[in-house]
């Protein structure tokens, strides 16, 4: 493995890892999702990384990342969840959306995301053997 691609890889995992702990901490679920998504943005970036001999390009938007890594064939259910996720980059950085946030991210909510981002996480990282 290169050593940019274990970079990558150990800053999404610890990205994950924080999304899970997130999880115990009342009042701050929302951060659950941004982190969520941090970690498989970082993931795709270490599989471009490894795959390539390209830079993973400067962007949180996944169908970029996605197409930069040529992987094919991404089963549809897989698809789906990663482009639900892509919002929740944003949402979590803004003080105009905190009402909405707060709403939006129960805890049952950021929990099923935070499984769905794990197993993701795992059969996306099948792609770095």
């Not at 935070?114 to 197993?119: H, K, Q, R």
């Amino acid at each position: 493995m290169k050593k940019k691609t274990k970079t990558w890889l150990e800053l999404a995992s610890n990205d994950l890892n924080l999304a899970r702990d997130l999880l115990k901490r009342k009042g701050q679920a929302y951060y659950t999702a941004h982190f969520c998504h941090q970690s498989i943005e970082k993931l795709l970036k270490a599989i471009i990384s490894e795959l390539t001999e390209e830079a993973p390009m400067p962007t949180h938007n996944f169908k970029m990342l996605i197409d930069q890594t040529r992987i094919k064939d991404i089963p549809e259910d897989k698809k789906r969840f990663l482009f639900s996720l892509m919002p929740h980059y944003i949402g979590t950085k803004y003080p105009e959306d905190v009402v909405h946030l707060y709403k939006q991210y129960t805890n049952p909510f950021v929990k099923k995301l935070y499984n769905e981002t794990l197993e993701l996480f795992k059969w996306l990282k099948v792609f770095l053997k």
